[in-house]
């Protein structure tokens, strides 16, 4: 009989990686992800948890300690957000390319200035270009759940690569679900205790971390796109496995009543939530609403965006994050609008810029966003800007 | 060097599975400038040895007799396949032994 207990979403994650059975946790607190490594520090203290937990002062040494882990063939596991994520990008870079299979969650945070401890996505976009594999979750259940797949497509052999998984900080860390509990032994027979990479070993020495002049470097940067890549395919296999043995599944991409939708909203995170909810209540109204969750953030998967909205007339991206200078604004909406035109689509996108720093999405939000999106159905100028949501001029 | 092996037969990670694999490559294609010891002026002080930031001084047990007539038991030379060429050496050398000159390959 599987436990539900009710669990905010860093206490979901740290069980999550207790039954993974981690065997190093290298952590710097940060509000709002402190609760996550805190919790496992408990299960550590109690013997709950056989692991070591490396204190550091501060989220470049936390991660530089999780690669020597890692390169030592322990399973690594480590958490932060937003200026502790800003803090380990030199090293995401480094733990991806030497293809360590950590994993670590991240509790969006907006990024300073000014400071604001409040959720966004800043961090978790400004960590998209790091080489790591990339999926967030949109409540409790998908956090938890979310670790184990995450372990099970890092350590993969055809993959090898860091995984970040991604919760809203405060929305859904601090907030209690009833969330199912994956024990020990079912964890561990989804993701065995295996060390399928090279590592670093005194009866079959090697080196880790070394130089690679001009006529090598580029040949790794190779290997990575092709481990990134196929890394969808892994995922896939993982959703499906984890859905056969804990019956949750989660594509890379959810669709929401996009089957016969006219507008479709495309959104990360547990916006989605809301957003679901809006639509039941806009459905009655005979608005043809759908959405589109982005699950998977990295690899992209362009094709399956692309297809899901083929059949929509006008599609609006909501990115909690913003990009200034940037050819839109939403880097959500940039990879979206690429995915469409890659795959075949028509532009028929519009960006929407909402929630930054903690400003709530509201259903009137929403309904800013259908009335726009409405205004444009058929149009074939679209605004080249995004449309700030939520704003005060 | 023979053909380089391309992105599917490397180690991923770049990981190296061989030690003192370094010693397979050469590391001066970016000098412009090179040291040159003259045997004649040099006063077998060791200084450039100590300052070479790459370790590209080669003290030889090579016995050299000046043209005035003094012994030494020692040579110094360049080890071209390492020297970076930054002439460290040549501004340390106290007897101005050492000339920089251009690199043409």
Redesign the interface.
Known sequence: MPKKLPLSGNTAIAYAARSADVDVVSAYPITPQTAIVEKLAEFIASGELDAEMIHVESEHSALSAAVGASAAGARVFTASSSQGIALMYEIMFIAS????PIVMAIATRALSAPINIWNDHSDFMAASDTGWLMMMAHNNQEAHDDILLAFKVAEDPRV?LPVATGIDGYLMSHTIEPVEVVDRDEALSFIPKKIT??ILNPED??????L??P???F??K??QY??AKIARQVYEEAAKKFHSEFGRYYPPVEEYELDDAEIALVAMGSVAGTIKAFIKKARKRGVKLGLLRVKLLRPFPADLIAKALANVEIVGVIDKALVPGHAHGGPLFSEVLTAMMLHGNESKTVGFIAGLGGRMIKFSDIDEMVNILTKYKGVKELPKEPFFIGVRE | MSKLPGWKELPIGAIILRPGSTRDYKTHEWRTLKPVIDPEKCIRCRLCWTFCPDGAILELDKPYTTSAGREFKVTFEVDYDYCKGCGICANECPVKAISMIEEVR
């Open positions: 390319s030497l293809r360590l090898l990479w090279k020495p090697v080196t880790i971390g070394s690679a002049t006529e090598w470097y040949e790794f190779k290997q092709e481990a």
